[in-house]
């Protein structure tokens, strides 16, 4: 590869795709319009907290191998907590039980056989059911394909479909969520270990990665933000940033790691998803309680996961496009008198702020799942990358991952021709 591959974004997409073809000896520059990396998968510090925190909960499960795969390239293996086995805790707030659902490691399900292992009130065939998830066609969603009612819908098969999905399920893609099924619960509790970046998304994901490809001497730009592609009938030749442009020669390739609605408006006629939902979170400064399990969901609650993190409790609420107008202190004081019942803490609101992130994700529907583009273009120096793209999987670090390694392998196998 004699030329410099640009990439435009320093998402996860964007640095998963650099940190590969740095790797490869690839003259590589990043171009990120924010004035920092890390996109949607950021940390930050909170002016109304005073303290450093993440602009949502990310939680990974063992399964996710690309994920793996890119922390132990950065240097950052080890670096995700979890428990040692494949346990959740949750709690239904209206009839006020408590459980921890604990999968087996192997993958026979011996677990959906012990009462003392699996979510109470349910019976093993409607574990089975959903099965029919691996089979579904693309067009279908998961209710048409599995019942959304009776107890495992509501305590486990919901909380976990719309947390990976950010859809709700009465609209959400069946294949999809076959693909999540796939990867992780059919293959035993091995696969579905979760995982948090307790030090933050940021020193976890981001800032090794940026010192990876520093050290392998990749230009980064911050606050490069690429206004329009120069393109001819069959290659990129030229990037207009605005005040600055720069003069691609036939060797020069460019992997486009931006969001959906940047990369239709910089690529004539790519169709892409125009669907989003967001993701609501709450962060509360406290130290959390002694014992409370660092990761709980939640059911019959606004709440649907909290998470425990040594200074404060954060909570997550997908698909919540309906909170998004609702005043932040009602919010807040609404929020927080439900941790305070799940933690058993005082109802006394502490320091807290609210992250609504509109966009998060796509909405993970059928029709929003068939417009998403692969990695190769019209123009042959051109590359997609994102959660966005056609990866099989929904928006998640896990796929935005997959599309940056996907779109520098293309890349990569282009230049060996
Ligand atoms: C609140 C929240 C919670 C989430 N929870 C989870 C979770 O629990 N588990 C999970 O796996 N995933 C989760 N996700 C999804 C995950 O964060 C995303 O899938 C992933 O970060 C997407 O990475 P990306 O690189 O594809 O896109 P992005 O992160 O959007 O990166 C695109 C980058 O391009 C830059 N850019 C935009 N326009 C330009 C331009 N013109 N020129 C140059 N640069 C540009 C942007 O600034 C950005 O840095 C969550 C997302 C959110 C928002």
């Given at each position: 590869m004699p030329g410099t591959v640009h990439v435009i974004g320093a998402g996860l997409a964007g640095l998963a795709a650099a940190v590969r073809l740095a790797g490869r000896d690839a003259s590589v520059a990043v171009h990120e319009a924010a004035g920092q990396a890390g996109g949607r998968c950021r940390s930050y510090h909170d002016p109304a907290l005073d303290m450093v925190i993440d602009n949502g909960n990310h939680l990974l499960l063992s399964a996710n191998h690309a994920a793996l795969a890119y922390l132990a390239a950065i240097g950052a293996e080890g670096r995700l907590a979890g428990p040692p086995a494949s346990e959740f805790a949750f709690v239904d707030l209206a009839r006020d039980e408590r459980w921890t659902l604990r999968i087996n490691s192997g993958p026979l399900p011996w677990w959906m056989f012990d009462p003392r292992r699996r979510v109470p009130g349910t019976r093993v065939g409607e574990y089975l059911s959903l099965a029919r998830l691996l089979l579904a066609?693309?067009?279908?969603t998961i209710c048409e394909t599995v019942a959304c009612a009776g107890p495992l819908y509501d305590r486990l098969a919901r909380p976990l479909f719309v947390a990976a999905l950010n859809t709700d399920p009465k609209e959400a893609s069946a294949a999809l969520a076959g693909a999540i099924i796939r990867e992780t619960l059919a293959k035993g509790g091995a696969a579905c270990r979760p995982l948090i970046a307790r030090d933050g998304l940021g020193p976890v994901f981001i800032e090794p990665a940026l010192r990876v490809l520093v050290q392998r001497g990749v230009k980064i730009q911050f606050?490069?933000?690429?206004?329009?592609l120069d393109l001819e009938q069959s290659n990129v030749v030229g990037l207009d940033f605005g005040e600055d442009r720069i003069a691609l020669g036939a060797d020069d390739r460019v992997i486009l790691a931006v969001p959906p609605v940047v990369a239709a408006d910089l690529v004539p006629g790519l169709a892409t998803p125009t669907e989003f939902r967001a993701i609501v979170n709450a962060h509360f400064r406290l130290a959390p309680p002694a014992?409370?399990?660092p990761i709980i969901g939640v059911v019959n609650?606004?709440?649907e996961w909290l998470f425990s993190f040594p200074d404060r409790l954060s909570v997550t609420i997908s698909a919540a496009d309906r909170l998004l107008d609702a005043p932040r202190e009602t919010l807040a004081r609404q929020i927080w008198d439900e941790v305070a019942t799940i933690a058993r803490l005082p109802k006394a609101l502490p320091p807290w702020q609210i992250v609504r992130e509109r966009r998060a994700t796509f909405a993970a529907t059928p029709a929003e799942n068939a417009k998403r583009p692969g990695a190769q273009t019209a123009w042959s120096n051109l590359f997609l990358a994102g959660d966005w793209t056609r990866t099989g999987l929904p928006a998640t670090i896990e796929g935005a991952i997959r599309s940056g390694n996907s779109a520098a392998d293309l890349v990569s196998n282009q230049g060996m021709r």
């Open positions: 066609s693309d067009d279908s606050g490069h933000r690429l206004r329009a014992g409370l399990a609650g606004t709440v």
